[in-house]
């Protein structure tokens, strides 16, 4: 299974970004994969962001739910990630994770850089 992160890399705080996450090698839809995006900002720990089940259900980090929205293209065999109102702090490396039956797949990750 591989999953490819694409998407801009520089936005302007307030803007609306969208980050798109490729899989091959795995049907997002297939149970019982999940399928997570999860941040590293410079110089601190990972952070869960959310997550969209093989069903479809939408799972979310509470903090970051009101801004943040997971969805998914079943034809594309594709997760999206839109981030609403960004703001300099949302300054990370975005990664997407697929969690299968008996491992997990990262990404490479793609920087996202929020600045004026």
């Known amino acids: 299974v591989q999953l490819q992160e694409s998407g801009p890399g520089l936005v302007k705080p307030s803007q609306t970004l969208s980050l798109t996450c490729t899989v091959s090698g795995a049907s997002i839809g297939t149970k019982p994969y999940y399928w997570s995006w999860i941040r590293q900002p410079p110089g601190k720990g990972l952070e869960w962001i959310g997550t969209i089940a093989y069903s479809g259900a939408p799972y979310y980090n509470q903090a970051l739910k009101s801004r943040f929205t997971i969805s998914r293209d079943s034809a594309k065999n594709t997760i999206y990630l839109q981030m609403n109102n960004l703001q300099p702090e949302d300054t990370a490396v975005y990664y997407c994770?697929?969690?299968?039956?008996?491992?997990?797949?990262w990404g490479q990750g793609i920087q996202v850089t929020v600045s004026s």
């Open positions: 994770l697929g969690a299968g039956p008996s491992q997990n797949y």
